[in-house]
């Protein structure tokens, strides 16, 4: 029986990358493993969303007489549980819970990374069966090893990162991974159980088409991201008709997009919110991270968003980030928005 296949496996996708590093001892491989193996249970359990409406409820106890939980606890558990048990692992911090948590067995306190999760963003999209995603992002850890970590390994800025990366959990499950060597996409075959390398070198387009934000929130905008929706809707030169607007209302499947299609992304500041809505640490870093390695811009519209020192962990930023040239495009009218507001009687 012939044995050759096509098929190569996260796994082995990263343990090749090691290999060009010849001092690299493959700690991040196994890490990404662990986060793998939780997101294909969560996947498991995203799947069975709509049968728990048939079988009770979340929140209610289901028909072994076992309490069920709500999904995005039941995701943060399971990436908490399974971390706990690598050898990889120092510590966590998670967008459900307030503090940092610090693995304080033998092994754990050697570990020289910490991983952040949003455990399922886009969680209020599961009643509507849109996709929603996980979010992780790896830092390299500044304590001392041999002691548990600390709060400042967490608190370091995106341009720091080793990897980042997400799951979307959609009409097909994906893991799309960055690290300063690229961004590759690993598709999850049923069948094996493995996320396969489907999406080999993913690059964000330089030009964009499509602007996604929520609309509905323009009445609180300043005038700069107003002019800037101004432009996405007038008939456009090149394009002939204005710019699409898509937006899902889950960051992973809205940035997945932007990142296959191109385009911007923006949940901006606004008069109510004046950092908007999206967290640095659990959304807008390790997407941002991504989106740059593929070629993209991020920036929460004064700076870019991986060189903001983050002075807390649940830290809310505003955020425009896609393609290079619709990015800068967002942030010429941003600029002159604010100008035009300082120098107004
Ligand atoms: P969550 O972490 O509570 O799920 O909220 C984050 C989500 C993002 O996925 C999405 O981009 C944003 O909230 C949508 O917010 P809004 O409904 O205000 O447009
Ligand atoms: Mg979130």
Do not use: W
């Amino acid at each position: 029986m012939a044995t050759s296949r096509k098929l190569i496996t996260l796994d082995e996708f990263t343990i090749q990358q090691t290999r060009a590093f010849p001092k690299a001892t493959g700690e991040l491989s196994a890490l990404l493993r662990d986060i793998s193996l939780a997101c294909k249970l969560i996947n498991k359990q995203v799947n069975k969303a709509g049968l728990v409406d048939i079988i009770g409820k979340f929140g209610a106890t289901n028909v072994q007489g076992e309490e069920q939980m709500k999904l995005d606890i039941y995701s943060d558990e399971m990436l908490i549980n399974v971390l706990r048990n690598s050898n990889d692992c120092a510590g966590i911090a998670s967008e459900e819970n307030d503090d940092f948590i610090a693995f304080d067995d033998a092994y754990s306190v050697n570990s020289k990374y910490v991983v952040l999760f949003d455990p399922l963003d886009g969680s209020s999209n599961i009643d509507v069966n849109a996709s929603i995603g996980t979010i992780f992002s790896i830092y390299r850890r500044v304590s001392p090893l041999g002691k548990p970590c600390t709060k400042e390994d967490f608190l370091q800025p995106g341009n720091k990162l080793m990897a980042a990366g997400y799951v979307i959990y959609g009409s097909s499950t994906m893991l799309v991974y960055a690290t300063r060597l690229g961004v590759n996409g690993f598709t999850l075959e049923p069948s094996i159980g493995e996320f396969c390398l489907s999406h080999p070198d993913m690059v964000c387009a330089e030009k964009g088409k499509i602007y996604s934000l929520n609309q509905g929130n323009s009445r609180q905008y300043d005038k700069g991201m107003l002019a800037f929706l101004d432009y996405c809707m007038e008939i456009n030169k090149e394009e002939g008709r204005p710019y699409a607007h898509r937006y899902i209302g889950s960051m992973v499947a809205d940035l997945h997009r932007t990142l296959i299609k191109g385009g911007i992304f923006i949940y901006p500041g606004d008069k109510k919110n004046l950092n908007g809505k999206l967290r640095l640490q659990y959304e807008c870093n390790p997407m941002s991270f991504i989106i740059e390695a593929a070629g993209g811009v991020s920036s929460d519209g004064k700076q870019r968003v991986l060189d903001i020192q983050p002075s807390e962990l649940h830290q809310r930023v505003p955020i425009f980030i896609g393609s290079k040239l619709m990015v800068h495009k967002a942030l010429e009218f941003v600029t002159a928005g604010t100008e035009e507001a300082a120098v107004a009687p």
